[in-house]
């Protein structure tokens, strides 16, 4: 069964800081990991993906996230943060193979100015 | 294209009525799925389509729930009789799934909130 693990259900930063928001998973075999953002009372808004390939995946609005298989992370980061970042996120994963995309449990990310 | 519509934006009902959701995907888009959104259990998948097919409903909570898809291009998730507990943000997702490969991305629309009393 696949799942994903978000320790965090807040994380608080500065603007200008570096940001990192934490996902774990679960999976077999090879995932398919993505990250997503959503602002109040919208629905999800797809951030990137990684699929294969280099583990240092670019992303829209600045983030980025690095894939680590034998850590079996995935965490979002951005190296300088804004208000506007302020936002729920969710980490999913999806098995090769399979068309279920399960997410985690969301971090809430609050950049104060 | 306007992306995953989804309608009504709001719903409130009264406990035992039905209700019922509706969904257009993104035009092209060959598999859709419908979530719900609760601050107790986060993001569930209820239930998904391929080609207008539901393949996997395991995660509808009860046969008070059902999805139907008619056609490539909408879908209704109806709860029939509704209780309070199902109160939630409801959200379909669309997604293409290209000829040998499973890498691309789910669309969300903007959820449905329904609050039943």
């Known amino acids: 069964a696949q799942s994903v693990a978000q320790p965090e259900d807040q994380v608080n930063v500065a603007e200008g800081n570096p940001l990192t928001v934490k996902c774990t998973y679960s999976v077999s075999g090879n995932p398919y990991l993505f990250w997503y953002v959503q602002y109040p009372n919208r629905g999800l808004q797809f951030l990137l993906k990684?699929?294969?390939?280099?583990?240092l995946v670019k992303g829209s609005y600045g983030f980025e996230a690095e894939f680590n298989k034998s850590q079996t992370s995935f965490h979002l980061k951005k190296p300088s943060a804004l208000v506007s970042d302020s936002a729920l996120y969710f980490c999913?994963?999806?098995?090769?193979?399979?068309?279920?995309?399960?997410f985690g449990t969301g971090t809430r990310l609050l950049v104060s100015p | 294209d306007a992306g995953v519509i989804q309608s009504p934006r709001h719903e409130v009902t009264e406990m035992g009525q039905e209700v019922t959701l509706r969904c257009k995907p993104i035009s092209g888009h060959n598999s859709l799925f419908w979530y719900r959104q609760t601050m107790m259990r986060g993001l569930e998948l209820l239930i998904y389509?391929?080609?207008?097919?539901?393949?996997?409903d395991s995660g509808m909570p009860e046969d008070r729930f059902s999805a139907k898809m008619p056609n490539a291009s909408f879908s209704t998730l109806k709860i029939q009789p509704s209780e309070p507990r199902d109160s939630a943000v409801y959200f379909c997702a669309s997604r293409e799934i290209l000829p040998g490969t499973a890498n691309t991305e789910a669309f969300f629309g903007q959820g449905t909130r329904l609050t039943v009393v």
């Open positions: 999913a994963v999806r098995a090769t193979g399979f068309q279920k995309l399960v």
């Open positions: 990684y699929i294969t390939g280099d583990n």
């Open positions: 389509f391929n080609n207008n097919v539901p393949i996997d």
